[in-house]
């Protein structure tokens, strides 16, 4: 089948597909946006039900004006939690390799503007921007940026490009299978959360993981090709020990399985400062095989006891300023190392 043949015939099985996402479930709520909501700083509140919550609304003033637009949503979510976070309507394929919408990028940060996740969508394969396999660390406030290409979102809810115009239009986010620590008092807390109807459920535990800047704290460590090693925190939550993880397992890259693992740290450290031991493991990054346009770094493996683990971290994307800086590869570590020079 050739490529315009598939178009044809997945665009109205997507369309499809879409509506019984947000059709699924009778207790899912729906709300408008409601502007001003183009900052990190003033992100508009939202509310999300045990049933899932849908967000109609639009980057711009109207289809496919040129914009410079962001939206920005907040809710709050429990330690544990792996939502799902998800755009349909944006892309809006006319079936002849063309869309008619726009390209959306959604990212998801933590309450101090460090970034969890985050997705871009792609005509070509007709995939809209989806984040579900990222865990929440910690109990508190998240919050949700939904932009166009190319305004890509960096850590603070900063964007890269910003000052550049592109295309907007309507979209819908739906967030589900987040458990609201602080439930209304005239409402019952729910007893069993479902998981997302269009995700399978998994035996896999899901947890918490973070992709660090290398700062040669294991200098023995080569660079890969001319590139630096990777830093993997795994993060311990509630029911959860990072250090009973068997580091021999761990597999980490652009589809999760890649047999990627330097080593792991010797000693446990509490990287976040919550009170609990995590464990700092390295990468190489050759083989972990990213490819350009991955914005997170899936990790694989199972602890001493054999329980599969499974987690998902945003990886680092740099600014247009910032690779500026660089002198192709190899570059950030020269500018790392002149920055530590520079604090001593």
């Known amino acids: 089948m050739n490529t315009e043949m598939r178009r044809l015939w997945l665009t109205p099985l997507m369309r499809g597909l879409v509506l019984c996402i947000f059709s699924a479930s009778a207790s899912a709520a729906a709300i408008p946006e409601v502007e001003s909501n183009d900052s990190f700083s003033n992100p508009q509140k939202v509310a999300v039900p045990a049933g899932g919550l849908t967000i109609s609304a639009r980057i711009g003033a109207a289809d496919a004006d040129m914009t410079s637009d962001l939206d920005f949503y907040t809710f709050d979510g429990t330690e544990g939690d792996t939502p799902s976070i998800s755009i349909a309507g944006a892309l809006q394929p006319d079936g002849s390799g063309s869309c008619l919408g726009f390209p959306s990028n959604i990212a998801l940060f933590d309450s101090t503007g460090n970034l969890v996740s985050g997705s871009s969508s792609f005509c070509d394969t007709l995939t809209e921007a989806r984040i579900n396999k990222a865990t929440l660390p910690a109990t508190g406030k998240y919050v949700i940026g939904v932009s166009s290409w190319s305004h890509i979102f960096m850590p603070n809810g900063e964007v890269d490009s910003a000052d550049v115009p592109t295309p907007g239009g309507t979209y819908q986010l739906a967030i589900s299978a987040v458990r609201n620590p602080n439930p209304p008092v005239d409402t019952p807390p729910p007893t069993d959360i479902p998981p997302p109807v269009d995700t399978p459920p998994s035996t896999m ?83 972990a095989n990213f490819v350009p346009g991955d914005l997170v770094g899936l990790l694989h493996g199972k602890t001493k006891t054999g329980q599969q683990i499974e987690g998902s971290g945003h990886l680092k994307i740099y600014s247009q300023r910032e690779r500026r800086g660089f002198k192709r590869h190899g570059g950030s570590n020269r500018a790392d190392r002149k920055n530590d020079k520079g604090k001593k």
């Open 205 to 287: 535990l899901p947890v918490p993981i973070v992709v660090m800047h290398w700062h040669q704290d294991e200098r023995d460590l080569d660079m890969r090709k001319g590139l630096d090693p990777i830093t993997v925190v795994i993060l311990s939550i509630t029911g959860f020990d990072a250090t009973t993880v068997d580091p021999t397992s761990l597999t980490f890259g652009h589809n999760g399985w890649e047999k990627s693992l330097f080593r792991c740290h010797k000693t446990a450290k509490d990287i976040n400062r919550d009170g609990r031991m995590d464990t700092v493991c390295y990468f190489k990054p050759d083989v």
